[in-house]
Each structure stands twice: as structure tokens, then as C-alpha cells.
């Protein structure tokens, strides 16, 4: 994630602690399910494959999960509250001390729902939002959708549930972006989260919703004015950690050179893209992947493998060569002079788009100039 509002402003955002230190355990967001009622375009977990885990390997999960320390469980799916034992697995990661947050299209949520997700202990709620009411319910799939997000979004605020908008910038919904910012100042959302879109699951047949290097340039310095323009809500862009060199040289060309060098530090703080170590997504079916996108390329499994054995100690070549990406990577990115400040991007795109998970990624938004130049 690039914290737009903090490399702009300098105000710090909730995550910040955790996206600028190394975590000795990542971040797992754990797919309950395939199951949700929506039909989205880019949906990455389009499958009818129902293998989801027994009651018995969840508690075990939930147990190594906690000994390993977990800075956070992102629960999602599919639609996480749609999975049979949703409020089960919620307790039971209460009463083991895990920090959970949920991502949810929103519209199974109504007061009650949110009341208890909120007695629960949920850290955050992302409600997904990808537009005003027309551009929104088009990408979705279903007619009535954005009226039930917000139902939902105005019911987590309510009960005081810590609620951010996730929004994907694709083509069909690029004209909404200020009408999103609009809508997360009427919602009182804490976060908006600007999400690229990936040609991977549903995305695949649908490449035409990715934007140029040319527009996602325009959107990004629309974002930046828009995130300028609401200093309360915090705002970071997903998918794309060369967003943020993209935010550095626009400081620099606007003469801010001292802001420009602190993003730039932070950047390489990070360590940019890190799918697979700091961050990693568990399917339902019990598989372990570097993220949602790559779910072609499997890091381990279980129960078959312990959650220390497969984060920790994979054998998988995959696990051995994301942690040295700038040896694989191809093209543009193995050019790049900033590569440590983004780590050569997200490699589900690269491979979305070249055949190839070690190709140059294809929605980085720097141009040939910025990526040779000092």
C-alpha cells in the first residue's frame, strides 16, 4: 500500500507502524470462501471450488496463527460473512488475541450485523465501493448493490467500527474517482483505498478495463489533488507500489525536493512490493500464495504443512526467489534505478500480461526517462 495522505501531507495514517517496519510474521488475509452473490469484473476469486477447510483445521489455524504472531488476519473471500462459521471463526480469533480485519462488499451488513462486529473487536471494515450508484452496481454486476454497501458503511460508522472504501481504478470507473472521495466525506469513512485493476480470476477476460501508462498517470495526479483536497481521510493507492515514485518525482517536480527525499526514504524502508513475505493470501481450500493474484503459484498447504513450516521455512523455489527479486526480473523493471523502492512491482501483472511472472509489469506508471534517471 502507498500512504498517499502521508507522502502529501506528512500526516500519518493508521497502518503506517506496520507498512514501515519489517514484521517478524506477515500479514494474512485469509480467503474464507468463494461464495458472494456480486458478479465484479476483476473478481480474483471467481471459482465455484468449495473445498473449504473443517471446523478442526480452522481452531488449528486460528491456534498458529496466534503463535506466530500475526500483526493482523485480514478476513475476505468471496464474501467472508457468507462463509457458514463466519461468526465462529470471528470468536474464536477474539479469544486467541488476533487483530482482525475484515473485507466485505458490504451488503449483507445492516445496525445488527455491525453492532456485533463491532463487539467482536474488528480493527477495520473495507467496504467495497467502485463508483456513484450507476458506475458502482455496472462494475459489481448487480443491480442494488451500491445501495446495500452503503446501508452497511453507514451502519459500521455508526457503531463505530473503523470503516475505509475500497475502490478499484479500471476504465469503467475512473470518471467516479471524485465522486468516491465525495462519498467518503458523506460516509465519514476513515480510509480510501484506490485499488489498480488486475488482469487476473474474472480480470483476465476483461484486460480492456486496465488502464495506459498514460491514464493511470492522469488518475494519480487526480488522486493526489483529490487527497489534497480532504486531509482528514486517509488515502492510499494498492497494487502498484511504484505509485509512490510516481508521488516522489511529481514532489520533486513541483520543487519540494525535501519531501520528495523522505518518500523516497520511506520507499526503500519498505521495501516496496513484498507478496509472499510480508503479506500472503490463504486460500479456503487451505493453499498459501504470495497474494490473491498468484493464485497459479502455491508457497505450501495446509493442514499438510504448518503455517511456520510453509511462511517461514518453504522449500518452494518460488518463496526462495521472491526474496531476491532483482536477480529473475525481466525488461523494464530489472532497469529500473528505483527497483528498491518498489522490488519490482506486483509480479501477478507481469505475468497477467507477458506470459512470464518474472516479465516487467506492464502498469508500472513511471515513464522510460524516469526510470534511468537520478
Not at 480474483?44 to 500475526?70: C, F, S
Not at 488515502?235 to 518518500?263: M, Q
Request: hydrophobic share 40%.
Amino acid at each position: 500500500m502507498i500512504p498517499v495522505t502521508r507522502f502529501l501531507l506528512g500526516r500519518s495514517g493508521g497502518g503506517d507502524g506496520l507498512r514501515f517496519s519489517r514484521p517478524g510474521a506477515p500479514v494474512v488475509v485469509w480467503h474464507l470462501t468463494p461464495r458472494c452473490d456480486l458478479r465484479c469484473r476483476h473478481c480474483y476469486a471467481a471459482t465455484e471450488d468449495r473445498g473449504e477447510l473443517t471446523p478442526q483445521e480452522e481452531r488449528r489455524l486460528l491456534d498458529e496463527l496466534a503463535a506466530l504472531g500475526v500483526p493482523v488476519l485480514l478476513l475476505s473471500g468471496g464474501e467472508p460473512l457468507l462463509h457458514p462459521r463466519f461468526w465462529t471463526i470471528l470468536d474464536e480469533a477474539r479469544r486467541r488475541g488476533l487483530r482482525v480485519a475484515l473485507s466485505t462488499n458490504g451488503v449483507h451488513i445492516d445496525g445488527e450485523t455491525a453492532r456485533r462486529l463491532g463487539d467482536a473487536g474488528i480493527v477495520y471494515a473495507g467496504v467495497s465501493i467502485d463508483g456513484d450508484e450507476r458506475t458502482s452496481d455496472a462494475f459489481r454486476g448487480v443491480r442494488g448493490a451500491f445501495r446495500r454497501a452503503e446501508r452497511g458503511i453507514v451502519a459500521l460508522t455508526e457503531a463505530r467500527v473503523r470503516t475505509g472504501l475500497r475502490f478499484t481504478l479500471a476504465r469503467s470507473t475512473a470518471g467516479a474517482l471524485e465522486a468516491v472521495f465525495s462519498l467518503a466525506g458523506q460516509w465519514n469513512a476513515a480510509r480510501l483505498c484506490v485499488y489498480h485493476f488486475v488482469p487476473a480470476g474474472r480480470g483476465a477476460a476483461d484486460r480492456a478495463e486496465m488502464l495506459s501508462r498514460s491514464e493511470t498517470r492522469a488518475a494519480l495526479t487526480r488522486l493526489a489533488a483529490l487527497a489534497e483536497g480532504a486531509p482528514d481521510l486517509e488515502v492510499l493507492t494498492v497494487d502498484n507500489a511504484a505509485d509512490g515514485i510516481f508521488f516522489a518525482l511529481s514532489l520533486l517536480r513541483r520543487g519540494e525536493k525535501e519531501r520528495a527525499g523522505a518518500v523516497l526514504e520511506l520507499l526503500r524502508r519498505s521495501g516496496g512490493n513484498r507478496s509472499g513475505e510480508h503479506i500472503v493470501s490463504l486460500r479456503w481450500d487451505g493453499f498459501l500464495f504470495p497474494d490473491q493474484f498468484s493464485w497459479g503459484h502455491p508457497l505450501g498447504r495446509f493442514p499438510e504443512q504448518s503455517l511456520e513450516d510453509a511462511l517461514r521455512r518453504s522449500a518452494f523455489p518460488l518463496a526462495i526467489m521472491l526474496r531476491d527479486r532483482k536477480s529473475f526480473v525481466k525488461g523494464r523493471c530489472r532497469e529500473c534505478r528505483w527497483f528498491d523502492c518498489c522490488n519490482g512491482n506486483l509480479r501477478a501483472r507481469a505475468e497477467a500480461l507477458t506470459g512470464d511472472f518474472w516479465g516487467e509489469d506492464g502498469g508500472c506508471p513511471l515513464e522510460d526517462g524516469e526510470i534511468r534517471s537520478a
